[in-house]
């Protein structure tokens, strides 16, 4: 019998697990996937590549969200500061730096913990409602701030030199390929690096935390603390896929860096995917990008249907699609809470 064996009279023990078959399947079709996705320079086109790539930092960013909201609780409107900031860092350490266009990706993150400090000891004095208003007035102030510096391009932005974007690889199409792989590489690490703090004693607290604030800080939790942990590290994952989202664009200008609709795309993929679990927000991103090459054809009525399909959802399922599925049908690709199964044994 392991350490997780727990056994009693009359011949029965309870294992104590995360792990379970589909988890287990799960991670070796992951394995396989990601193996495929990482061979796409060698099958894929240019176009593919670029929409994948689109694709899995969408999906990093509905997963940074998700942290901060699905399990920290904070509902933020006002992510787009930290795409901006990532962005036009991205700019800033390669141009006036000189640093490389792939080391600046990490840079950027780290530069947007740094500046998430004050921001979250500001925006944490407000609960609520006015928390999510304050982010998105914190974002406005940035965009305001960064349109009126003039060696950033002021309100009409700037563009990488070529020398810079030639730096990268030597051709278009291993540019494409490089950057491809660098979004691979950024959502395996924001998925499993989430899977990993959730797994951790630090996840046992953000699930208390979000239960009830009162019953865990009755239990020692430092509730302050874990906030301000996972703020900062959303704040370094966004940043970080904000730089390389302005690396696929190649320009920057504060009204797209800062645009809310960054924001409101990220929160449409995870209330229609499924809030606070690691699933729903894959599923939300597939959803959305199926929705959105059919309904873009529609011009404005394509965010009113948008709104619409959220809506219902969010009134027919609640906990979002997966969240229905893994309740009914008991799935969990990416289990964070230990369960107890019942063992049977024979004389």
């Known amino acids: 019998?392991?350490?997780?064996?727990?056994?009693?009279?009359?011949?029965?023990?309870?294992?104590?697990?995360?792990?379970?078959?589909?988890?287990?399947?799960?991670?070796?079709?992951?394995?396989?996937?990601?193996?495929?996705?990482?061979?796409?320079?060698?099958?894929?086109?240019?176009?593919?590549?670029?929409?994948?790539?689109?694709?899995?930092?969408?999906?990093?960013?509905?997963?940074?969200?998700?942290?901060?909201?699905?399990?920290?609780?904070?509902?933020?409107?006002?992510?787009?500061?930290?795409?901006?900031?990532?962005g036009y860092l991205l700019f800033i350490l390669t141009i006036n730096f000189g640093v490389g266009a792939v080391l600046s990706i990490p840079l950027a993150g780290i530069i947007g913990a740094i500046v998430s400090l004050p921001v979250a000891f500001l925006v944490f004095r407000l609960r609520g409602h006015y928390f999510a208003i304050g982010t998105w007035v914190v974002a406005e102030v940035f965009l305001l701030g960064f349109a009126q510096v003039?060696?950033?391009?002021?309100?009409?932005?700037?563009?990488?030199?070529?020398?810079i974007i030639k730096s990268i690889a030597p051709s278009r199409a291993e540019r494409e390929a490089t950057i491809y792989l660098l979004a691979?590489?950024?959502?395996?690490?924001?998925?499993?690096?989430?899977?990993?703090?959730?797994?951790?004693?630090?996840?046992?607290?953000?699930?208390?935390?979000?239960?009830?604030?009162?019953?865990?800080?009755?239990?020692?939790?430092?509730?302050?603390?874990?906030?301000?942990?996972?703020?900062?590290?959303?704040?370094?994952?966004?940043?970080?896929?904000g730089a390389l989202i302005y690396l696929t664009k190649l320009r920057i200008t504060p009204s797209a860096a800062f645009d809310i609709n960054w924001t409101t795309t990220i929160i449409f993929i995870v209330v229609i995917g499924g809030i606070g679990t690691i699933e729903g927000p894959i599923i939300g991103t597939i959803i959305f990008f199926l929705l959105r090459e059919p309904l873009s054809e529609f011009g404005s009525w394509y965010l009113i249907l948008l709104g619409a399909i959220a809506v219902i959802i969010m009134l027919k399922a609640p906990q979002g699609l997966w969240g229905l599925l893994a309740q009914r049908y008991n799935l969990h690709f990416f289990p964070v809470q230990r369960r107890l199964t019942v063992k049977n044994e024979k004389d």
């Not at 792990?19 to 399947?25: A, E, G, P, Q, V």
């Not at 933020?76 to 500061?81: L, M, N, R, T, W």
């Open 1 to 86: 019998m392991n350490k997780n064996d727990l056994k009693i009279e009359g011949g029965q023990s309870f294992t104590v697990s995360r792990s379970t078959r589909l988890s287990n399947f799960g991670i070796l079709f992951a394995a396989i996937l990601v193996f495929v996705l990482a061979m796409g320079p060698l099958w894929l086109g240019r176009a593919d590549m670029r929409l994948l790539g689109e694709i899995f930092y969408f999906l990093a960013l509905a997963q940074m969200w998700n942290l901060l909201a699905g399990y920290g609780g904070l509902v933020s409107v006002g992510q787009q500061a930290f795409i901006g900031i990532g």
């Open 150 to 163: 003039k060696s950033l391009g002021g309100g009409s932005g700037m563009s990488l030199p070529i020398s």
């Open 184 to 241: 691979l590489t950024v959502v395996i690490v924001v998925i499993f690096g989430v899977y990993a703090l959730l797994r951790s004693r630090y996840g046992l607290a953000l699930t208390s935390i979000r239960d009830s604030e009162e019953a865990s800080s009755s239990l020692g939790v430092n509730n302050f603390r874990i906030k301000l942990l996972v703020y900062v590290i959303s704040a370094f994952g966004t940043a970080s896929i």
